[in-house]
């Protein structure tokens, strides 16, 4: 098992900035994808953004240009930077993890969430 531990939510005006951060533990070795998808009240959950162990990149049409995810492989870190926030971007954020082979959409460990709210 892999265990996640998210940080970096909370309150912030639209327009504002945010930095999010996910720290992996456990059967790193596993790890292929790492990412982050969200969930808004009354709403599925969505993938925001993924990155894979060779660098490449996945993104929710919606956070193009505004949110930018990168990876630390030594240290088995993931990060999320959102910028020009707005209110449509609040939800509970999860940190989450892949094995190599699986689709963007695919993942088998998850953090314990974290919110992220936006006023207007």
């Known amino acids: 098992q892999v265990q996640l531990v998210e940080s970096g939510g909370g309150l912030v005006q639209a327009g504002g900035s945010l930095r999010l951060s996910c720290a992996a533990s456990g059967k790193i070795f596993s790890i292929d994808v790492m990412g982050w998808f969200r969930q808004a009240p009354g709403k599925q959950r969505e993938l925001v953004a993924a990155q894979s162990t060779g660098g490449s990149t996945k993104y929710a049409d919606s956070v193009k240009g505004r949110f930018t995810i990168s990876r630390d492989n030594a240290k088995n870190t993931v990060s999320l930077q959102m910028n020009s926030l707005k209110p449509e971007d609040t939800a509970v954020y999860y940190c989450?993890?892949?094995?190599?082979?699986?689709?963007?959409?695919?993942?088998?460990?998850w953090g314990q969430g974290t919110q992220v709210t936006i006023s207007s």
């Open positions: 989450t993890t892949a094995p190599a082979g699986m689709s963007w959409y695919e993942y088998d460990n």
